[in-house]
């Protein structure tokens, strides 16, 4: 039966199509060859992490392959390149984390690299400078080597007892290639080079030296030779490996642009804030209030002047701030809700984002759990303006405070990358509060558009 049954679809599909072959067009004119409908190719969708990496911006490939060396998985050089070496570094990445390792990053786990890559470089204090002899620009685990001098030979980092050593030195040498500098480093006593390699302008070794491991990259401009050494005990191999390889990316001999890292801070800067009570106190992001020559809050209808900052939590990057004599404000309840796996974000969005207007807005992030200290990841980030929007869930319950930073690429010299998000919750924000006197209200859930403004930081 089944059989018959499959007969007939068949050959009432083949009569179908054969009708549609031989029937003339709709509207067709017999005789006249009907003209030939014009048709727009489909481009095919990505199917491969090659193809999916390709799409990306050079500066977000960039910094996907600045985050992955600081986690261990990148061992190569952090340049914004399309190679399988990333997209093997992304799949080693998932599967240490439990992922599915397809070499193509969802947002929760490119949030979840971005915050593991940010815990990482706390941890070594990692700093982006230019050395104060030479204004050659690097890359410093401050927190591993917080011991620095400098001379007019170059500049030294190091730790207390000698382990991590870090040296930044210069001199002149007419007549000078990469070639022989590096046969000079060479012939240093006791090194033994296990990699080399030599460009045209630049040179890097590594290897032994007694016992320690060194990393030396060298380059020259006209006479002028600018050498970055690296020494550290083999024992501490496993925290220097990804610091070694930011180091040599971050490593700028002869800048002529701006210092690779975070932008520079904005003359006006724009961010929300959280009305806490009634009588003046606003929640805050602190680094968006940070070092202002001024702080203004706008509130819906009318600006309600200067404010004070009060309190600040650095721990946490919460800011209290105070006006005075402001009428009708409505505190945000901070009941005892959660950051779950969602999370609305009401805020009020940089003025350049709606053409100079300053309404409120609403939209969702996603939060997960990133790093080994309870830290919160939003994903997608909000638009510029949304840091210190407070967060709520599904229920309408206060989640958290939301800040945006800047993601820091080891070398990045083109711009810096997009801003990623992170949750401040609930608990903590509710802590803070208390520890400056101020008693959150709990009651109903209440309308969230009601109780934000905006803060204006003015700076030098």
Request: net charge positive; proline share 7%.
């Amino acid at each position: 039966m089944r059989a018959m049954l499959a007969a007939t679809l068949i050959i009432v599909g083949a009569s179908g199509l054969a009708a549609a072959q031989t029937a003339p067009p709709s509207g067709a004119v017999p005789g006249v060859k009907p003209k030939p409908v014009a048709t727009t190719p489909i481009r095919p969708a990505l199917q491969t992490p090659a193809e999916t990496a390709q799409a990306m911006t050079a500066a977000e490939r960039q910094a996907i392959q600045s985050d992955l060396a600081w986690t261990g998985d990148y061992n190569g050089v952090i340049n914004g390149e399309a190679s399988d070496r990333m997209v093997t570094a992304i799949k080693a990445f998932q599967k240490n984390h439990g992922g599915k390792p397809t070499g193509v990053l969802n947002p929760q786990e490119r949030a979840q690299l971005t915050a593991a890559a940010r815990n990482l470089q706390g941890n070594v204090g990692w700093k982006l400078l230019a050395d104060p002899v030479t204004g050659a620009r690097l890359g410093v685990p401050a927190k591993l080597a917080p011991q620095q001098a400098s001379d007019a030979t170059g500049s030294r980092w190091a730790s207390s007892t000698g382990t991590i050593q870090i040296a930044l030195t210069h001199r002149k040498e007419a007549g000078i290639t990469a070639a022989k500098l590096a046969d000079q480093e060479k012939k240093e006593p006791g090194r033994k080079v296990s990699y080399s390699a030599v460009k045209p302008d630049f040179f890097v070794l590594s290897g032994t030296q007694g016992l320690k491991k060194f990393y030396i990259r060298g380059a020259f401009k006209d006479a002028e030779v600018r050498i970055l050494t690296i020494l550290y005990d083999q024992a501490t191999e496993g925290t220097m490996q990804p610091v070694v390889i930011a180091m040599s990316s971050a490593f700028n001999p002869f800048p002529s642009g701006a210092l690779a890292g975070p932008p520079p801070r904005k003359k006006v800067e724009y961010s929300t804030g959280t009305i806490v009570s009634d009588d003046g106190a606003i929640l805050a992001d602190r680094e968006a209030v940070e070092a202002c020559q001024s702080i203004v809050i706008a509130g819906q209808i009318a600006a309600h002047g200067n404010a004070d900052l009060a309190a600040s939590d650095r721990a946490h990057d919460l800011a209290l701030l105070r006006i005075y004599g402001a009428r009708g404000l409505k505190p945000l309840p901070l009941g005892s809700g959660a950051a779950k796996a969602s999370v609305d974000l009401t805020g009020i969005a940089d003025p350049q984002s709606q053409g100079g207007g300053a309404a409120v807005s609403v939209g969702k992030a996603g939060v997960s759990p990133v790093g080994s200290n309870g830290g919160l990841a939003l994903s997608p980030a909000p638009g510029l303006g949304f840091s210190g929007a407070p967060a709520r869930d599904a229920d309408g319950k206060f989640a958290g405070i939301a800040l945006l930073r800047p993601s820091v690429v080891a070398g990045a010299t083109n711009g810096a990358a997009a801003p990623q998000a992170a949750l401040v919750d609930a608990e903590t924000v509710r802590k803070f509060l208390v520890s400056n006197a101020i008693k959150p209200a709990t009651d109903a859930a209440g309308d969230a558009k009601a109780s934000v403004v905006r803060v204006i930081c003015v700076r030098k």
